[in-house]
């Protein structure tokens, strides 16, 4: 197995800023759609992840026709994490606390919340057989963590992505993270979190900072224009790449961020790591929750990837 998604599971629901809805549950959460980003690259993933019981009407069909290994699933509890997610104007989004029936979906919510958080060890039982090329966390910046999982990597020499977690990507918290980072080797983060982490206004003040940061590539997510692939000298910045049709943005950043561990893993340099996670993006773009068949659309991804490459390579001379 060459990588291992670890982190939560989430079964969502959307509201748009017209009032439209998803009208159904879809599957979702950090890890899940990380996972994509992989999957629909290569077949040589899993995915760590603690559930609910209730995960199986929904995932079973998408984990039947994909072949899905299924090891790194294990039930801890009676309910996934439900979440109902309201798009607003300005293409944020967050949870209505009054809406309990929707966003909570039942009132232990938060106490099964903890059941579900994929430890160092989870991961470790998955990388100690060998082989494995990248981890993606989506995770605060815990120094028991991080140090506990940089013993993991030190023992079994994997590269590690971390997607920060938003309640960690505060000013007060900067240290934590730069400490954590030690054991990064890339790094994904959107515009509001580097604005709040690094207490500036703009990209180019962000883009500043995390040229500072201890890692080799971050993936840093503008939003709907697209993002920018970032080394400590150089910073690449790449439209979101073109699609047939958008239906929900839910997972784009995740899903972008499992593709970037993906061609970091292989090799790939930072303007093909850009434009990796811009395609898989996409494709999470074309429906409500995960991609539902990896083979249908991964030539489709691959070409698109080298096409964008060979037109992106002329313009920052690569």
Request: glycine share 10%; proline share 4%; with cysteine.
């Amino acid at each position: 197995m060459d990588y291992v998604i670890g982190g939560n599971v989430m079964l969502d629901s959307v509201r748009f800023a017209d009032g439209s809805t998803s009208g159904r549950e879809s599957i979702g959460g950090p890890a899940t759609f990380a996972y994509s980003g992989v999957r629909l690259f290569t077949d040589s993933v899993m995915q760590c992840s603690k559930v609910g019981e209730d995960f199986h009407p929904l995932f079973d069909p998408w984990i039947a026709k994909n072949k899905i290994e299924t090891r790194g699933f294990k039930v801890m509890c009676e309910n996934c994490n439900h979440s109902f997610l309201i798009y607003f104007e300005d293409g944020t989004y967050g949870g209505d606390p009054k809406d309990k029936d929707n966003f909570y979906g039942r009132s232990d919510w938060i106490q099964d919340f903890g059941y579900m958080k994929t430890s160092p060890a989870d991961i470790g039982e998955f990388t100690k057989e060998g082989g494995v090329k990248g981890v993606y966390v989506a995770q605060n910046c815990d120094k028991v963590f991080w140090d506990d999982l940089g013993a993991i990597k030190a023992r079994d020499g994997f590269k590690i992505m971390w997607e920060i977690e938003g309640p960690s990507s505060y000013k007060q918290f900067l240290d934590k993270v730069i400490y954590a980072c030690q054991y990064v080797d890339i790094f994904s983060i959107n515009i509001q979190e580097a604005q709040h982490l690094f207490d500036v206004e703009g990209e180019e003040a962000c883009i500043r900072e995390l040229q500072k940061l201890p890692v080799d590539v971050t993936l840093f997510r503008v939003g709907k224009k697209g993002l920018y692939s970032v080394t400590p000298d150089k910073a690449y910045f790449l439209p979101s790449a073109p699609v047939d049709r958008e239906i929900d943005p839910t997972g784009c950043g995740n899903t972008s961020t499992g593709a970037a561990l993906f061609a970091y893993g292989e090799g790939y340099d930072a303007l093909m790591i850009g434009i990796i996670a811009n395609c898989a993006s996409a494709q999470n773009i074309r429906q409500f929750g995960v991609i539902p068949d990896f083979d249908a659309v991964r030539d489709f991804a691959w070409n698109q990837a080298k096409e964008l490459y060979e037109e992106y390579k002329e313009k920052y001379g690569v």
